[in-house]
């Protein structure tokens, strides 16, 4: 892809004082998109850079992920210099966004009437663990409380038989995507009318919705008709299947699958009883069951094999490590290797596509206050910020 082609938020300037993984996977994407992001961070650097391995101190791979293509500016905001540099960044900025608590960012003087004030067309995004017009406003929040608090562990209990989280970290990622949309459908409304905006986006709420998205089922309805549960993604025979050398993944589900794969098989449990998708979600539980009894009896290949010509969504079980080498993902050009300091890094790229504005990874991740001296001397203000051990190499 040739390095000039701009990506759709191209010309826009987002000033990122977010830190370890929601808000920075949110600018991470606008990056990726062709926006300028200026990652403002404490002396002290964001907490991410030092979470898992990586080549040198402050690098870790986590951090080099979601905060590839930025530039890193480090400014204490204690400081009346640093302050002043973060006001004239403003000036020149799109979209403001943080993950301060209300009462932290307010009191270095940059809450939205603050910052507003300054640049009334900013985009100024919060980035919350709970939303401030609630009580829980001032409470910390994590993956794993708001994995909790929104009911995951709940319905993996009901699959599984044991209260456990989703091993990712759902729940920043989720919130990071929504702070996404937020951010970038406030900058669509600035475009037709001239108008910021201020914008919220909690983890709790954000994660609440996903939830119910297909939990919230029949306590919808008033009267409720049935708990706030979706029974197919919690029937305990819902998992991988047992083949005769491994498993598999397997959904036979809508008729024309489920038509095909008893046309094909004729196992001896065939019957009208799970004839239309409208029986067999009757008694889902029943229906796994019973195809698991009989993918039992073929190997992974063999089933593959058939299920593709039965066109039965199927699939191995893949690792993390193999999705490096997945032939799909580099036929369509998932990976891009990225030269860095201290050598390649292969990142998942871009997983959209775009015929005109494509994204792609802008560059490397920035090492802490990489970029404070020529940002500053953007703005003219050089002489006015000490930068002095601002950077680790």
Known sequence: MPESMPGPLAGVRVIDLTAMV????????????GAEVIKVEPPQGDNTRFISVGPVSGMSGVFVNVNRGKRSVVLDLRSDEGREALRALVERADVFIHSMRSKAITKLGFGYDDVAALNPAIVYTNCYGYGRRGPERDRPAYDDTIQAECGIP????QLTG????????????????????????????RERTGEGQEVEVAMFETMASFMLVEH???????????PAVYPRTVAPNRRPYRTADGHIAA???NDKHWNAFIAAVQPSWASDLY??????AHQIDAVYGL?????????????????RELEIPAARLNTPDALFDDPHLNAVGMFETVDTPHGPVTFPGVPTWFSRTPGRVRGPAPELGADTAAVLDELGLAAAVPTTDAAVG
Do not use: S
């Not at 929601?22 to 998109?33: F, H, K």
């Not at 709940?154 to 209990?157: G, I, L, N, P, T």
């Not at 919230?216 to 049935?226: S, T, V, Y």
């Not at 004839?275 to 067999?280: D, H, I, V």
């Open 275 to 280: 004839a239309t998708l409208e029986a067999r």
């Open 291 to 307: 195809v698991a009894q009989t993918l039992a009896e073929r190997t992974t290949d063999e089933w593959l094999e058939l299920f």
């Open 162 to 189: 044991e209260a456990n989280y989703v091993g990712t970290i759902m729940a920043d990622k989720v919130a990071g995507l929504t702070a996404l949309y937020a951010t970038t459908m406030a900058l669509f409304h």
């Open 154 to 157: 709940a319905v993996q209990e």
């Open 216 to 226: 919230a089922n029949g306590a919808m309805f008033d009267p409720p008709l049935g």
């Open 22 to 33: 929601m808000g920075p996977y949110c600018t991470q994407i606008m990056a990726d998109m």
């Open 251 to 253: 959904l036979i589900y």
